[in-house]
């Protein structure tokens, strides 16, 4: 049974999205082109630390959005106007992303990607939220097991296509809609159109998480729950994996269940040391990106783009960009994989400390004029 009344912010909640934001940031950011491999995506099949961040991000979407439209319900706002709030604030994300592959090169809108990491995530939140707002769990779960299973069959079943990258449907769809200048590459976009659909079985997969955090369960009862569910959905991922390969760029149906899952256990226990132990210290920095992880999420890609375009000298009298320069400069004396890293690690606590100015500038006290 779902609690009628407001709930108080889960501060577990926003740690584990910090936990995450930290990570992309570091995924994100290598000092060099040759990183640890585990920080590195997937070329194809297969499942690295850097492929938990993106669905993660759109678990926690899911959790989310259950919990604060939970809350405005409490404030017994109509759902006409929920839903009029999550199609504005999904259409913004989805704007936020457009935005981030514009600049700065492709403002004139002949080469333009038009799918992205953003774009996907405002897509997931509009639909999951709204049948959050329309359906029963029951309903929601038969909607997962249908789209999994539904991907399934049309990914390997269909005759003609296979699981490759140059053979598979989400590339041939992608392809059929778009001018290659508005993929990610002429060939294959691994945001596309098709593999959107699995992706929003990862936001519903938040959306039960969301709604059990709400239940009149006890705190130990729902850290129970968890683990066992994610156990469970980790395994059959697992398992799925023999005939529908872990693989992030087709979103695959296995890749849902392991990462839910994954995602689910990691969650639980950052939830039972923070609101169960009430071990909180530990969390504070990750608690303060997971409070700001659109913003530090956009930053940090412009940030990425402009250090792109800056180019200097290095020692060598070669040109390079400015993050190889910097990581050159400062961590030259290690090996490619330790600079690369480091520098990653060092710009991950660069965000961190902005957003420390950041909030201790709002709590400030402003004199009078």
Same mark, same amino acid.
């Given at each position: 049974?779902?609690?009628?009344?407001?709930?108080?912010?889960?501060?577990?909640?926003?740690?584990?999205?910090?936990?995450?934001?930290?990570?992309?940031? $570091?995924?994100?950011?290598?000092?060099? &082109?040759?990183?640890?491999?585990w920080?590195?995506?997937?070329? =194809?099949?297969?499942c690295?630390?850097?492929?938990?961040?993106?669905?993660?991000?759109?678990?926690?979407?899911? $959790?989310?959005?259950?919990?604060?439209?939970?809350?405005?319900r409490?404030?017994?706002?109509?759902?006409?106007?929920?839903?009029?709030?999550?199609?504005?604030?999904?259409?913004?994300?989805?704007?936020?992303?457009f935005?981030? #592959?514009?600049?700065?090169?492709?403002?004139?809108?002949?080469?333009?990607?038009?799918?992205?990491?953003?774009?996907?995530?405002?897509?997931?939140?509009?639909?999951?939220?709204?049948?959050?707002?329309?359906?029963?769990?029951?309903?929601?779960?038969?909607?997962?097991?249908?789209?999994?299973?539904?991907? =399934?069959?049309?990914?390997?079943?269909?005759p003609?296509?296979?699981?490759?990258?140059?053979? #598979?449907?989400?590339?041939?769809?992608?392809?059929l809609?778009?001018?290659?200048?508005?993929?990610?590459?002429?060939?294959?976009?691994?945001?596309?159109?098709?593999?959107?659909i699995?992706?929003?079985?990862?936001?519903l997969?938040? #959306?039960? $998480?969301?709604?059990?955090?709400?239940?009149?369960?006890?705190?130990?009862?729902?850290?129970? =729950?968890?683990?066992?569910?994610?156990?469970?959905?980790?395994?059959?991922?697992?398992?799925?994996?023999?005939?529908?390969?872990?693989?992030?760029?087709?979103?695959?149906?296995?890749?849902?269940?392991w990462?839910?899952?994954?995602?689910?256990?990691?969650?639980?226990?950052?939830y &039972?040391?923070?609101?169960?132990k009430q071990?909180?210290?530990?969390? $504070?920095?990750?608690?303060?990106?997971?409070?700001?992880?659109?913003?530090?999420?956009?930053?940090?890609?412009?940030?990425?783009?402009?250090?792109?375009?800056?180019?200097?000298?290095?020692? &060598?009298?070669?040109?390079?960009?400015?993050?190889?320069?910097?990581?050159?400069?400062?961590?030259?004396?290690?090996?490619?994989q #330790?600079?690369?890293?480091?520098?990653?690690?060092?710009?991950?606590?660069?965000?961190?400390?902005?957003?420390?100015?950041?909030?201790?500038r709002?709590?400030?006290?402003?004199?009078?004029?």
């Amino acid at each position: 049974m779902i609690q009628k009344s407001a709930t108080k912010r889960l501060i577990s909640l926003d740690v584990f999205r910090g936990i995450t934001i930290a990570l992309m940031i $570091i995924v994100n950011s290598p000092g060099n &082109a040759t990183p640890y491999y585990w920080l590195a995506h997937s070329l =194809w099949n297969g499942c690295t630390l850097a492929d938990l961040v993106f669905p993660f991000f759109i678990v926690i979407a899911g $959790i989310s959005s259950v919990i604060a439209l939970s809350n405005l319900r409490a404030k017994e706002i109509p759902t006409a106007q929920l839903f009029k709030k999550v199609i504005i604030r999904g259409t913004y994300i989805f704007l936020l992303g457009f935005f981030l #592959n514009a600049f700065p090169h492709h403002f004139d809108g002949s080469s333009i990607r038009v799918m992205g990491v953003l774009q996907r995530i405002g897509i997931c939140y509009i639909i999951s939220s709204m049948l959050f707002l329309t359906t029963k769990i029951r309903t929601q779960v038969l909607l997962i097991v249908t789209l999994l299973l539904s991907y =399934w069959a049309f990914m390997v079943v269909v005759p003609g296509y296979d699981l490759s990258l140059e053979g #598979n449907l989400v590339g041939y769809i992608d392809r059929l809609i778009f001018a290659p200048t508005y993929l990610y590459s002429p060939m294959f976009d691994p945001e596309g159109l098709l593999s959107t659909i699995p992706s929003i079985a990862s936001a519903l997969l938040g #959306n039960l $998480i969301g709604q059990m955090l709400l239940s009149s369960r006890s705190q130990e009862k729902k850290f129970q =729950w968890m683990v066992c569910t994610g156990i469970l959905l980790s395994l059959l991922g697992w398992f799925w994996r023999f005939t529908f390969p872990l693989n992030k760029a087709l979103w695959s149906s296995s890749y849902v269940l392991w990462t839910g899952g994954l995602a689910l256990l990691i969650f639980s226990f950052i939830y &039972a040391a923070i609101e169960i132990k009430q071990w909180k210290r530990w969390s $504070i920095p990750f608690d303060c990106f997971g409070r700001h992880a659109l913003l530090v999420y956009m930053l940090h890609v412009l940030f990425l783009k402009i250090q792109a375009m800056i180019q200097l000298h290095n020692t &060598a009298g070669k040109v390079v960009n400015l993050r190889l320069y910097l990581t050159e400069s400062l961590f030259g004396q290690l090996s490619p994989q #330790n600079a690369a890293v480091c520098y990653s690690i060092s710009y991950m606590l660069f965000w961190l400390f902005v957003l420390i100015i950041i909030e201790k500038r709002e709590h400030y006290p402003k004199k009078r004029c």
